[in-house]
């Protein structure tokens, strides 16, 4: 198995280059900040060497575990910390081993100052955030104390874990609360030390750079450089911090402020580079040479956004690409720059370096390639293996850039100034001396007013505790009243139920009634009409009936006349006829006795 190892060089600066460049250095100070020549003088002269270190960047990888989203995919772990616990070693297994492309095919192998294993709490190379603070976070914390600058910056893709090495969670605080903390409780612990430590936190987001502790978050800040040539952004607000708690309130409030989003490889994305420093100043007493030795120092925090692959953004709106395209532009000048310090401090040749090509270059200049001790916290994920590869890659040119660390030391040699500034402190103490005393002498003679009071107090105290028991009594008679309100309550609530239910069945009742009355009075009004009209027909019926019966009685008169009549006139005809009769012959007498015999008819 072919295995390509990357040596990665710890080299110190000869001491002809060292002094070559601190003394260019010290050239450039001494021009842009000129000091009082009787009181306030540079410790190191024109003829003195500053003290100084000439270290590489130190690079550490940390590799995070698989994430509960890649386990459900079921990715494999591309990266492995060696089993026999060689924590400068670390490898990149490609998954397709009969893959055309020897990049593909061959197993990478990286050293570094130290690589960390995040997940296997097994493995020999296993570092929790406190194991990582221990080994990186807390050697930055005794070069602040003892005057030079630092900083850690953790770089890798996105989703690969820098927020959570820098900043961390709750329960599992990262380098930014842990740094914070140790270095306040080291300051609290130095009696013999005047300190004063400020903490400015900012972002650069789409090139340009914004106060995360600034309310008004939109406002933008310009880069300045001072007559030192040091970079700094106008108007940054900077806050004293006396405690962790202090550091955490306006850590936390940073947070707030830095602009997150969700992207395809991880739901918290940074979108900005974060930069937080603590600068701290120190002021000594050496009594050797009785003077004051005045120490500044700052301690850079730098959580970068992560470089991101299409991948990333793929389906996201418009904003998110713009803001992928803009980190990358940037972690790329940075690259670059990177690549050109390496070159630089390996050759003689001065090539001159593109710091400005990029905010986040410019304004880690002194981090990057000059006056700082840094380390680099290179985090990969163990799933991408093109984007692992970059990264490391990344971190071997880091670190083999050498910077320069100078003890940033000014001492106050005039023995007058000391004095006088000794007696000026002195007066002030003297003065709260005398307020103090002044306030204890009127608490001694509130104690003395008091004592003269002190068995009224008793009384008051007897009455207070009767009044309190008082209270107890009525506090339990208003629980009991309160209990009884509640069962009463209860109870009404039972009964106003069921009253409801009468009523509405009352209601209904009264409704169903109210339609039976309406019906009545229909059909009472029907039967009106019907009685009405039966009246009429009656009434009609009657006179009808008397008119039938008049007529009657009239038919019966006329009947009665007309037969009478027609008897009359019968016994008319039959009087006419007997007149006619022939006088009967003895002959006719045989047929007949009578003539009316025959005449029946
Ligand atoms: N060492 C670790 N142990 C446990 N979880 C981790 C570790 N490193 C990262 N994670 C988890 O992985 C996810 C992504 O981590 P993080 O947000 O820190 O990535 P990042 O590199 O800062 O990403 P970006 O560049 O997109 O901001 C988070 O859910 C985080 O909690």
Redesign the pocket.
Same mark, same amino acid.
């Given at each position: 198995m072919a295995v390509l190892v990357k040596k990665q060089s710890l080299r110190v600066l000869s001491p002809v280059n060292a002094s070559h460049d601190l003394n260019v250095r010290m050239h450039k100070r001494s021009k842009s900040t000129p000091l009082s020549s009787n009181t306030l003088s540079h410790r190191k002269s024109q003829q003195l060497l500053p003290k100084g270190d000439s270290t590489n960047i130190e690079v550490v990888v %940390?590799l %995070?575990?698989l994430?509960p989203r890649e386990k459900d995919h079921q990715h494999e772990c591309l990266a492995h910390t060696p089993v026999d616990g060689d924590y400068h070693k670390i490898s990149l297994i490609p998954k397709d081993s009969s893959a055309q492309s020897k990049k593909y095919r061959e197993p990478k192998l990286f050293e570094f100052d130290r690589c960390y294993n995040?997940?296997d709490d097994t493995s020999a190379c296993y570092a929790s955030q406190l194991n990582v603070f221990k080994n990186t976070g807390e050697k930055m914390v005794n070069n602040t104390l003892e005057g030079f600058n630092s900083c850690i910056l953790a770089y890798?893709? $996105? !989703? /690969? !874990?820098?927020?959570?090495?820098m900043m961390g $969670?709750k329960s599992n605080p990262g380098l930014i609360p842990l740094v914070c903390k140790d270095l306040l409780n080291k300051l609290n612990k130095m009696v013999d030390t005047k300190h004063e430590l400020t903490l400015s936190f900012f972002e650069i987001y789409q090139e340009t750079a914004y106060d995360l502790l600034n309310d008004q978050k939109n406002q933008k800040l310009r880069v300045r450089e001072g007559t030192d040539k040091i970079p700094f952004l106008e108007n940054l607000s900077e806050y004293p911090i006396a405690s962790a708690d202090d550091a955490q309130r306006w850590i936390n409030k940073g947070i707030d402020h830095r602009t =997150?989003a969700a992207?395809n490889?991880? =739901?918290? /994305? /940074?979108r900005s580079h974060s930069i937080l420093t603590l600068k701290l100043v120190q002021e000594k007493f050496n009594p050797e040479n009785s003077s004051i030795v005045k120490l500044t120092s700052n301690l850079r925090l730098v959580?970068l956004?992560?470089s991101e692959k299409s991948i990333a953004t793929e389906g996201l709106d418009a904003k998110r690409l713009k803001e992928g395209n803009k980190i990358n532009k940037s972690l790329t000048t940075l690259g670059r720059v990177l690549t050109l310090l390496s070159e630089n401090s390996h050759s003689k040749n001065n090539i001159l370096i593109p710091y400005r090509e990029s905010m986040l270059t410019w304004l880690l200049k002194d981090n990057i390639g000059g006056n700082s001790k840094t380390t680099m916290v290179a985090?990969i994920s163990p799933t991408d293996f093109d984007e692992s590869l970059s990264t490391l890659r990344f971190a071997t040119i880091t670190s083999k850039i050498c910077n320069h660390a100078i003890l940033n030391e000014e001492s106050q040699t005039n023995l007058n100034d000391v004095i006088e500034k000794y007696e000026i402190e002195k007066q002030d103490l003297l003065e709260h001396i005398k307020n103090l005393e002044s306030f204890k002498s009127e608490m001694e003679d509130s104690v003395a007013n008091l004592s003269v009071h002190e068995t009224d107090l008793e009384d008051l105290q007897n009455e207070i505790s009767e009044k309190k028991d008082t209270i107890r009594k009525l506090n339990n008679y208003v629980s009991w009243q309160n209990k009884y309100i509640e069962t009463i309550s209860f109870q009404s609530k039972i009964k106003e139920g069921k009253l409801k239910k009468n009523f509405d069945n009352l209601k209904s009742a009264q409704e169903q009634l109210l339609t039976n009355y309406v019906v009545q009075q229909q059909q009472n009004a029907v039967n009106d009409k019907l009685e009405n009209v039966l009246q009429d027909k009656l009434t009609n019926d009657k006179e009808l009936q008397f008119t039938t019966v008049q007529k009657i009685d009239e038919l019966i008169l006329q009947v009665e006349d007309l037969s009478i009549l027609r008897h009359l006139s019968s016994v008319q005809d039959d009087l006419d006829e007997i007149a006619n009769l022939p006088i009967l012959s003895s002959d006719d007498e045989s047929d007949s006795d009578y003539w009316w015999d025959n005449n029946d008819n």
């Open positions: %940390r %995070r575990g994430l995040s997940f890798g893709q $996105t !989703g /690969s !874990g820098k927020t959570y090495t $969670t =997150t992207t490889l991880n =739901t918290e /994305s /940074s959580d956004a992560g985090c």
